[in-house]
């Protein structure tokens, strides 16, 4: 009898394909890929100008972009479970412009924070509730509502800019064990989001639910809860960015972050988060959004245009997910 | 047969037209005028020309984001050949154009089907990237009115007849080409047979990569010819402003007319009073003394607006139908 289990289980073994070697495993992964890009763009960042190796720079030059890359780490676990939000640059703008103005007012900080972080999540739950209770794709929905909430940041603000305080402005100013405030904050939520979505239960059923929902739900997973709890996050992390982005600033328009969405998703997709779901990591989008930001001091280095840091950006977007979909089709079992 | 005719998608939207213009005549009763009607039009070419190509687009189960920056690289190419050859005649700008347009349309076309890419991730790349090139080969200088050729300018004042302007004309004709293509051709068919089932539809024969290219281009295209209108119409190209939100108005446009996002639903007529209402309700701001500025946030409440109805629509039509089996079992 034993002999016989024994036997299944030798064939079971050998009709089974052979476990990839470890390296393949490590190397044929996306975020070795932005890895190696990060190297090469650090790299290629020198040969530029001597002054670019400075981590002091790089790290100074990080804040520009910070309040995005903290967009992109929640996004890249939207776009794990399966859906997308186009609109969190809009939802920052609007939260900012009502943040600002309260605090201009002379309301106390707590106050202010409260309407920016209330204002955020309720447009965050606007996005749930017309996503997972009336079950509307989530393309088209945060299209609308990244136009809603940027124009009804235009109706509140006008072509006026709000000044914030003296006293708040400066927050890349501040130095938190040598590391500048903001660049601090990113690296604290991706640690805490890298945590959540490799270690926890949680985590796992975000995995789950953007690779099958059905099966997920069969398994017992509380789908719809999940995402709904990722787009309320959403909108919550686009009004501490904007809080962070206004004391940067200094003061605020309504066309805050505008065209930010392309430069989030282009973090989550570099850092090779799977488009369709299940697939990604914030260690990815983490090092995706360092690539991102030592390329675009690069490009300003060396002078190049904004505008063809556009283009960029653009091409940057397409190549990187075909990449992404390539490394996937081809380790797919 | 009259009930069928008030349980069409078109139905809503007209009534929600009369509706409109009822309430805001009554406000402002100026705005039931023939004047205040001209303006409107006036209003609507832009968008409905790149509404057809969008809309054909969403019934095949894509989306286009890219058309706003098609319209503007589109336009700066004609204006920068008006500017530096003043010789070549100007109706040329429409081949060129166009053409442009059809190139950058087959980019993204091409992209999504030879990669099974999402069109929304390709398109928001090209999105940039057009802009991008818009602003590299015009050096990040607007066209003035000075370089835009008079004819050209005139087609959105002078008129064949009844004094309607040529630029008129033209978002009408190619309304009506769209309208052939979607229900009298092979190909626009098989476009919505994709958009409702792309499963299927290899099945029955229907080359999918083919066709979804063709309507990226034609998308492409019809964003290209808006961009040689914008000249005309407003008689400068700028690389920033030219067509930026262009594609939230169309998309507004599209789904208020009652194009399903889940796609293979959708109709021209139905397509062409959203652009229509849509144009009422810009016309109509200034004279309620709403702010310019509320513009955007007007489209944003439409978008997420229509996609309540349409998901109304869609429950209705499937408890129907669910209603009519049962009623045979």
Request: hydrophobic fraction near 55%; charge should be positive; charged fraction near 10%.
């Amino acid at each position: 009898m034993t002999d016989h289990v024994g036997v299944i289980h030798k064939n079971a073994v050998m009709d089974s394909a052979p476990p990839r070697p470890l390296w393949s495993v490590i190397l044929v992964r996306p975020e070795t890929m932005t890895f190696l890009l990060l190297i090469l763009a650090i790299f290629a960042g020198g040969q530029l100008s001597p002054y670019f190796l400075d981590v002091g720079y790089i790290l100074d030059s990080f804040t520009l972009t910070a309040e995005l890359s903290l967009l992109a780490l929640v996004l890249t676990l939207v776009i794990i479970s399966g859906e997308i939000d186009l609109s969190p640059a809009s939802n920052m703008a609007l939260s900012a412009c009502l943040f600002a103005y309260a605090l201009s007012f002379g309301w106390p900080l707590w106050i202010a924070v409260l309407v920016g972080m209330g204002s955020g999540m309720i447009m965050g739950a606007i996005n749930a509730f017309l996503i997972i209770s009336l079950q509307l794709p989530s393309i088209i929905v945060t299209i609308g509502t990244l136009t809603l909430f940027r124009g009804l940041a235009q109706v509140i603000a006008g072509d006026k800019s709000i000044r914030l305080p003296e006293w708040y402005i400066g927050i890349d100013k501040i130095y938190v064990l040598g590391l500048p405030a903001p660049d601090m904050i990113f690296i604290i939520v991706s640690s805490v989001l890298a945590l959540i979505l490799g270690m926890t239960i949680w985590g796992r059923q975000i995995y789950q639910t953007g690779t099958n929902e059905t099966s997920a739900q069969y398994a017992g997973i509380r789908t719809r809860r999940i995402k709904a709890i990722l787009f309320i996050s959403m909108g919550l992390t686009a009004s501490l960015a904007a809080m962070i982005y206004v004391s940067r600033l200094g003061s605020v328009r309504y066309d805050l972050g505008i065209g930010g969405e392309l430069q989030m998703v282009l973090m989550a997709m570099l850092g090779g988060t799977y488009i369709f779901g299940g697939r990604g990591t914030i260690l990815g989008t983490f090092l995706a959004a360092l690539l991102l930001s030592v390329i675009s001091t690069g490009m300003t280095t060396a002078n190049l245009l904004p505008a063809t840091q556009l283009c960029v950006l653009g091409v940057l977007l397409i190549i990187s997910i075909i990449v992404t979909n390539f490394i996937y089709s081809r380790t797919q079992r | 047969m009259i009930q069928k005719l008030f349980l069409r998608r078109e139905a809503g939207i007209l009534l929600m037209i009369i509706l409109f213009c009822a309430f805001v005549g009554i406000m402002r009763p100026r705005f039931l005028t023939l004047d205040q009607f001209r303006i409107i039009l006036l209003l609507v070419p832009l968008i409905l020309i790149g509404a057809m190509g969008q809309m054909l687009v969403i019934t095949a189960r894509h989306v286009d984001l890219s058309i706003g920056s098609i319209q503007g690289l589109a336009a700066m190419l004609t204006a920068l050949m008006f500017k530096f050859h003043p010789e070549i005649p100007w109706g040329l700008g429409f081949v060129v154009a166009i053409g442009v347009g059809i190139i950058l349309g087959l980019v993204n076309g091409v992209l999504i089907t030879a990669f099974g890419l999402p069109a929304i991730i390709v398109t928001l790349g090209t999105l940039s990237l057009y802009r991008g090139l818009t602003f590299i080969v015009s050096n990040a200088k607007q066209i003035d009115r000075q370089f835009v050729p008079a004819a050209l300018k005139a087609m959105s004042q002078d008129s064949p007849s009844y004094a309607v302007p040529w630029i008129i004309v033209i978002a009408i004709a190619v309304a009506l080409a769209a309208y052939w293509f979607a229900n009298h051709t092979i190909i626009g068919r098989q476009v919505y047979a994709l958009g409702s089932n792309p499963v299927a539809a290899p099945l029955r024969g229907i080359r999918v990569n083919a066709v979804t290219i063709l309507v990226f281009a034609i998308s492409g295209a019809l964003a290209g010819l808006s961009g040689i209108l914008y000249a005309s119409r407003w008689g400068f190209v700028n690389p920033s402003n030219t067509g930026t939100g262009f594609e939230f108005q169309v998309i507004a446009a599209v789904v208020i007319g009652g194009v399903s996002i889940n796609g293979g639903i959708g109709s021209i007529p139905g397509v062409i009073l959203g652009v229509f209402l849509l144009g009422c309700v810009s016309a109509a701001l200034p004279l309620l003394g709403i702010p310019g500025t509320a513009q955007a946030a007007i489209y944003g409440a439409v978008i997420v607006m229509a996609l309540l109805i349409d998901r109304s629509v869609r429950i209705r039509a499937n408890s129907a139908l669910s209603g009519l089996q049962r009623g045979h079992a």
